[in-house]
Nanobody, 126 residues
Framework: QVQLVESGGGLVQPGGSLRLSCAAS????????MGWYRQAPGKEREFVAS?????????????KYADSVKGRFTIARDNAKNTMYLQMNSLKPEDTAVYYC??????????????WGQGTQVTVSS
């Protein structure tokens, strides 16, 4: 019914930047909380950042970040496009991971479901 598709990953040098996108499509009535997670080789999947449904405005919503990315990453969303973004600056080798999009999708006002994208690879290396 719903697909989340990530894009924007790739290979960058340390200190470089990438902008990830996550687009939701299908039976979407509205989207609640959205977030980014990542999983590095040999490690567990970890939380990166999240943004509420009002996070695309200057006066509403809220954002959260993992301590490891605060000050370097910025999460945003465009509700009109059902799209979420992650601007990643000052990238470090330890940021290397598969980044996954997660979203709470409302098919109706009373039917929320949680969805995951298939991930996009981010590699930070010299």
């Amino acid at each position: 019914q719903v697909q989340l598709v990530e894009s924007g990953g790739g290979l960058v040098q340390p200190g470089g930047s990438l902008r990830l996108s996550c687009a939701a499509s299908g039976a979407v009535f509205s989207i609640g909380l959205m977030g980014w997670y990542r999983q590095a080789p040999g490690k567990e999947r970890e939380f990166v950042a999240s943004i509420s449904s009002g996070g695309g405005t200057t006066s509403g919503g809220g954002t959260k970040y993992a301590d490891s990315v605060k000050g370097r990453f910025t999460i945003a969303r465009d509700n009109a496009k059902n799209t979420m973004y992650l601007q990643m600056n000052s990238l470090k080798p330890e940021d290397t991971a598969v980044y996954y999009c997660n979203a709470v999708i409302f098919h109706t006002t009373m039917s929320p479901s949680n969805y995951w994208g298939q991930g996009t690879q981010v590699t930070v290396s010299s």
